[in-house]
Nanobody, 117 residues
Framework: QVQLVESGGGLVQPGGSLRLSCVAS????????MGWFRQAPGKQRELVAT???????NYADSVKGRFTISRDNAKGTVYLQMNSLKPEDTAVYYC???????????WGQGTQVTVSS
């Protein structure tokens, strides 16, 4: 079992920055890919960024050039640096970790990000 806890969300003005963190516990050694997803009110959950154990990254087109995902495998932690935030980035952000040979999905509880003046 893998447990994930996110932190770092909050209220920020357009153009501002936030850094999200997600700490894994439990069977950390079984984790392979990690990532961030988000869900805005009335919309489906969507991929923001993912990162492999070898730090290969993938980003949604809407965040390319503004967001950066990174991870610390020794600490079982994944980060999301968000710059040049826009109101349309407002959502609950969820940490995801795939574990084991079956790449089981594990989810955090989510952290709210609100971009507003």
């Amino acid at each position: 079992q893998v447990q994930l806890v996110e932190s770092g969300g909050g209220l920020v003005q357009p153009g501002g920055s936030l850094r999200l963190s997600c700490v894994a516990s439990g069977s950390v050694s079984s984790i392979n890919d990690m990532g961030w997803f988000r869900q805005a009110p009335g919309k489906q959950r969507e991929l923001v960024a993912t990162i492999t154990v070898g730090s290969r990254t993938n980003y949604a087109d809407s965040v390319k050039g503004r967001f950066t995902i990174s991870r610390d495998n020794a600490k079982g932690t994944v980060y999301l640096q968000m710059n040049s935030l826009k109101p349309e980035d407002t959502a609950v952000y969820y940490c995801n970790a795939k574990s084991g040979w079956s790449k089981r999905d594990n989810w955090g509880q989510g952290t709210q990000v609100t971009v507003s003046s």
